[in-house]
T-cell receptor, first 110, second 118 residues
Framework: KQEVTQIPAALSVPEGENLVLNCSFT??????LQWFRQDPGKGLTSLLL?????REQTSGRLNASLDKSSGRSTLYIAASQPGDSATYLC?????????FGAGTILRVKS | EAGVAQSPRYKIIEKRQSVAFWCNPI?????LYWYQQILGQGPKLLIQ????????DSQLPKDRFSAERLKGVDSTLKIQPAKLEDSAVYLC????????????????FGSGTQLSVL
């Protein structure tokens, strides 16, 4: 059974800081790993998708890495802004379904 | 491009009542998903449709939950009768590709229906 864990559960940082969110999974037999953003009362928005053969993906101030062998991924956010405040979820595509972590609640203070 | 539409946005019912949620996926998307997200947890897949056929309903509590996707477009998720533990956000998502091609395909989520069972 695949289990996805995200650390920390919540994070509060001042504006401008660089930060790292962590995701770990128990079974390395994944097709890909995705990072999503969820705003209060909204659905999920896909941020980055890393295929199992890839090591990292970048989009603007976001960089996600994947180490399948150790079952870990990190999401790096550079120069954080108040607009980055949201819940960040990672999910692995395992079998034919996405298995989600519980998320990290991020608050960026101005 | 219009996104995934869901209604209602909020629903409050008493336990043992029935409730239905509606989802309209992005036009042309073959695959449709219903997820349940309990407060403080990640979304959990309830059912996956490919066109109007069920691909995976292994985590759907079939004694009280049912879902259909008539004509391979809109979908309805029903709970009858509801229990207190069904309080959650119900998210609908869709993706363009289907079957084995759906691997590595991004999902597009609707805003969800927040259900409170009292």
């Amino acid at each position: 059974k695949q289990e996805v864990t995200q650390i920390p559960a919540a994070l509060s940082v001042p504006e401008g800081e660089n930060l790292v969110l962590n995701c770990s999974f128990t079974d390395s037999a994944i097709y890909n790993l995705q990072w999503f953003r969820q705003d209060p009362g909204k659905g999920l928005t896909s941020l980055l998708l890393i295929q199992s053969s890839q090591r990292e993906q970048t989009s603007g101030r976001l960089n996600a890495s994947l180490d399948k062998s150790s079952g870990r991924s990190t999401l790096y956010i550079a120069a954080s802004q108040p607009g980055d405040s949201a819940t960040y979820l990672c999910a692995v595509e395992y079998g034919n379904k996405l298995v989600f972590g519980a998320g990290t609640i991020l608050r960026v203070k101005s | 491009e219009a996104g995934v539409a869901q209604s209602p946005r909020y629903k409050i019912i008493e336990k043992r009542q029935s409730v239905a949620f509606w989802c309209n996926p992005i036009s042309g998307h073959a695959t449709l998903y219903w997820y349940q997200q309990i407060l403080g947890q990640g979304p959990k897949l309830l059912i996956q449709f490919q066109n109007n056929g069920v691909v995976d309903d292994s985590q759907l509590p079939k004694d009280r939950f049912s879902a259909e996707r008539l004509k391979g477009v809109d979908s309805t998720l029903k709970i009858q009768p509801a229990k207190l533990e069904d309080s959650a956000v119900y998210l609908c998502a869709s993706s363009y590709l289907q079957g084995s091609e759906a691997t590595n395909e991004k999902l597009f989520f609707g805003s969800g229906t927040q259900l409170s069972v009292l």
